[in-house]
């Protein structure tokens, strides 16, 4: 008896012991669940639009990383809409390849709660066409093409708009849509397609607004637009994180990576003024 009472006062002591062992001194047992452990590097996985000129500059923010311990996975994407949901659903850390104003809708319309963590590069947008060379050359009743997502078709617009081409409802801003066009005097038709899909459709169109990476994507030079948004344009593109996740020390260093010098230079040098870093 007085084996088997000692036995199990000893197995007392060392189960105490181990559970101080897997507590910290303020009895924390995860304080460190979300930290890597010693010697492992770190890693992100980050959602980009595809075509060359993201795709380029993410490979020097992978290097960039890679000399500071951290392991960028970049997944590319061809729509504007898995970028956030797979960053929602927790698949991604961060995403790059959207403004303020379509993250804003977006967050609004899914119910999703993503926010800016850092401005990118502000893509300039054109107007193009297979038809004319200049838009003075457009006729009555006229088709225009236009992205089908609502920032970008509010950018479309304000565009048209700047070009002299309508007029639109006083105020509106970036939440305008085909409804609030007040004066029309050429009576252009509106077609709004998916923002990937319209550099194809430049031939059923007399012109459409494309977006810089699918014009690019598709071969378009960026020097065949007919009329350009001005490189001072607010529609700046950023770095997307899950609210509950901006204030983590690797989205400061992420930040660091992209807003480099090496980035900013071979930007400037590779696409000029059509395509502006925004730091």
Known sequence: MKKSYASIVLGI???????GCGSN???DKNANANQPAEGQRE???????SGPESEDVWKIVKENAA??????EVVVFN???????VLEEGELDANAFQHLPYLEEFNASHNTHIVRLADTINYPVGIY??????LSELKEGDELGLPNDPSNGARALILFEKAGLIKLKEGVGAKATVRDIVENPKNLKFRELDAAFLPKALGDLAAAMVNTNFAVENGLSLDEA??????DSPWVNIIAVREADKDKPIFQKLISYYQSDEVKKYVQEKYGEFQVPAW
């Open 13 to 19: 002591v060392l189960v105490l012991l181990l559970a």
């Open 25 to 27: 001194a303020n009895g």
């Open 43 to 49: 890693k992100l996985k980050v959602g980009i639009s």
């Open 67 to 72: 000399k500071d311990g951290v392991d960028i």
């Open 79 to 85: 729509d504007y809409v898995q970028p956030n949901k």
């Open 129 to 134: 066409s297979d038809k004319i060379k200049d």
């Open 226 to 231: 007919i009329y350009t948004e001005s490189k």
